[in-house]
């Protein structure tokens, strides 16, 4: 996600069927057939065909259930109290999501809605499935939507649909992760799968969506989009009658650009070509055939999702692309390497802010320097560490924490986005630019598609001669003075 600083400090077309082009390998399949009523409820089943990665056997299987975050009582709410004013400008409103029925092959199986703040839905299987064995089961849910700016809710005639759906738990050595929604940062992370979504929205919806359409059914009312995305780690969606879309090209990516009358849409446009073509020659190519572009109501500057992001319909232009670019490399730090963004969320933040810097250098005609950019960061953490060191007397600089430990949206912002990047610039400076280069190329090219943590990272340097293990774990654990 990108946060709008000023306001914390001061307090077609796509029938490449198939989409993705990577190599065939066993992955959990999602397919989804979810009517959405044109208000606020989207009722949905889905068929999910678990592939079993993991080198133990698997009795039961756990799901997130985000949009319980919005529910009347939630414990963990989606957005801080101080900004519920912003998230839901015409008051209180609620949404959830209704476990109908879960079944396995056909048959009903016991099921239970769990978790600290029922942000977790568990199946229990019939028989355990061994490693590398799959199983098929389907649940039918219903969700509703809260009028609210923000990832899963609809405002000013905008439905944004993501994080949506029962999301298979990422699962470690210690088993499924069950952690509920966070208000601070993106409390996400799940394994790579391929998604077959069919979407059926009344007839004059437009739809923005992270996969490609590979067919449309026009219906007497309502319309139904088939939509494929392989190899993605999630899928999401931005519904609205008053869409308007401007399309652009790099190489074989189709960029698609959704607003609501957007006056530098041009520009917004060519910001994502020229992102989606940097980065693939810095890290790595985008093996995607789109990348959509959603101008949305939002409470925060953006965020990513698998082949879309949300940029904030509030923005100005210059924020506006500047947010896309930080989206935009989401793509690869988030996206295609993953990260568990509760645990370790300065990595793929830190990543994805310091990619704008290296687009930023690419592209002098945007007018912002290496020099003016990371003095801007020091400037901000310096103005953070006085104004926590005169409050508190004590500043928590310690990077690596879940992200109910951070204090409030302020310190999150500030060690994720801001110190984060101070540590890979200094990193840079002790490597020189062309094995820091080589440093990131090789940790996308050794993590694609998984999920990886700071130790994934310093291997990788690690890779290419530079034993920075020491050097990123003092900033990590909060031992180097910024
Ligand atoms: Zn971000």
Not at 161 to 186: E, H, M, Q, T
Not at 271 to 296: D, N, R, W
Not at 304 to 319: G, M, N
Not at 424 to 451: I, M, Q, W
Request: proline content about 4%.
């Amino acid at each position: 996600m990108k946060r709008i600083f000023c306001v914390i400090i001061a307090c077609v077309f796509l029938l490449s069927v198939g989409g993705c082009r990577s190599t065939k390998v066993e992955r959990s399949v999602y397919r989804i057939y979810a009517s959405f009523d044109g208000e606020r409820t989207v009722s949905a089943e889905m068929t999910f065909d678990y592939f079993n990665s993991t080198d133990t056997e698997i009795t039961e299987l756990a799901f997130n259930l985000y949009p319980n975050a919005y529910r009347k009582g939630a414990k963990h709410p989606p957005v801080p109290a101080q900004s519920a004013a912003q998230a839901f400008p015409n008051g209180v409103s609620y949404g959830g999501i209704e476990i109908v029925s879960c079944k396995e092959s056909g048959d009903d199986i016991e099921f239970k809605v769990c978790g600290d703040d029922e942000n977790i839905l568990v199946l229990y299987l019939k028989k355990g499935v061994f490693p590398a064995e799959r199983v098929e089961v389907e649940i039918k849910f219903k969700v509703e939507l809260a009028e609210c700016r923000h990832r899963l809710g609809t405002f000013d005639g905008v439905v944004n649909l993501s994080n949506w759906y029962p999301v298979l738990c990422y699962r470690d050595r210690s088993g499924f992760y069950l952690k509920p929604y966070s208000a601070i940062g993106d409390p996400f992370c799940s394994e790579v799968a391929d998604y077959f979504v069919e979407l059926s929205v009344p007839g004059e919806f437009t739809v923005a969506s992270g996969g490609d359409c590979v067919k449309t059914e026009v219906g007497e009312e309502q319309t139904r989009y088939s939509f494929e995305c392989r190899s993605v780690r999630d899928v999401a969606f931005s519904l609205c009658k008053e869409f308007e879309v401007f399309v652009g090209k790099t190489g074989d990516v189709d960029i698609l650009f959704y607003h609501k009358g957007c006056d530098f849409a041009p520009d917004a446009v060519r910001a994502a070509e020229l992102a989606i073509k940097t980065y693939g020659e810095l890290f790595g190519e985008y093996p995607y055939s789109t990348f959509t572009v959603a101008s949305v109501p939002f409470l925060q500057g953006g965020m990513e999702y698998p082949c879309i992001v949300y940029v904030s319909d509030r923005l100005e232009e210059e924020q506006f692309i500047q947010t896309t670019l930080h989206e935009a490399a989401h793509q690869w730090w988030y996206g295609m390497v993953g990260c568990n963004q509760y645990e370790h969320a300065f990595l793929d933040e830190g990543l994805a802010e310091y990619s704008t810097l290296l687009f930023y250098e690419n592209h002098p005609e945007y007018g912002v320097t290496r020099e003016s950019f990371i003095e801007a960061k020091n400037t901000e953490y310096r103005e953070f560490y006085g104004v926590l060191e005169q409050l508190t007397g004590k500043v928590n600089t310690v990077m690596e924490r879940p992200l109910d430990e951070f204090s409030g949206e302020y310190e999150y912002v500030e060690i994720a986005y801001v110190r984060s990047v101070l540590m890979l610039d200094g990193l840079r400076e002790s490597v020189g630019d062309a094995r820091f280069k080589r440093g990131l190329k090789a940790f996308f090219e050794k993590n694609r598609f998984a999920v990886a943590g700071p130790e994934h990272l310093a291997a990788a340097f690690r890779g290419v001669g530079s034993d920075a293990e020491g050097y990123l774990y003092s900033w990590i654990e909060g031992r180097a003075v910024a």
